[in-house]
């Protein structure tokens, strides 16, 4: 190995790891390449049966349009199905959800402000005492 791979090697910052989210998003997207090279493959064979007067033009396009909604329809419910997944497992793992770490964050912030209201009414009386 060179020195100059070395020195890039080196001078790359590592990368966050990857979410179990997008592992999956990643893992659909490539099924989705795959169902674009079905649909692909889909309508050369339908324009092949088309060519050869098995099909009509109406039957093949409505072919390759029912793959494609189909595909589509199969992605939407795996990504529901695998995210439906995700959210159990976190909650039976005790992973807060963005949503109830904001509502935390934002009760604090509201002790936080009474916290300083009481202060300054203690700081008050105080004063007035003495």
């Not at 050869?52 to 909604?69: H, P, W, Y």
Request: charged share 30%; net charge negative; no cysteine.
């Amino acid at each position: 190995m060179s020195e100059d791979a070395d020195t890039t090697a080196d001078s790359t910052t590592p990368e966050s790891p990857p979410t179990v989210r997008d592992i999956l998003e990643r893992a659909l997207l490539v099924g989705l390449g795959a169902a674009a090279l079905t649909k692909d493959r889909v309508q050369a064979v339908a324009d092949e049966f088309i060519r050869r007067g098995q099909l009509s033009a109406d039957e093949g396009k409505d072919l390759v349009e029912g793959l494609a909604i189909r595909s589509r329809d199969e992605a939407r419910s795996a990504l529901r199905g695998a995210d439906s997944s995700i959210q159990s497992v976190m909650g039976q793992l005790g992973v807060a959800t963005q949503h109830s770490v904001e509502d935390v964050e934002f009760r604090v912030q509201q002790l936080e402000h009474r916290l300083a209201l009481l202060e300054k009414q203690v700081d008050g009386l105080s004063r007035a005492d003495e």
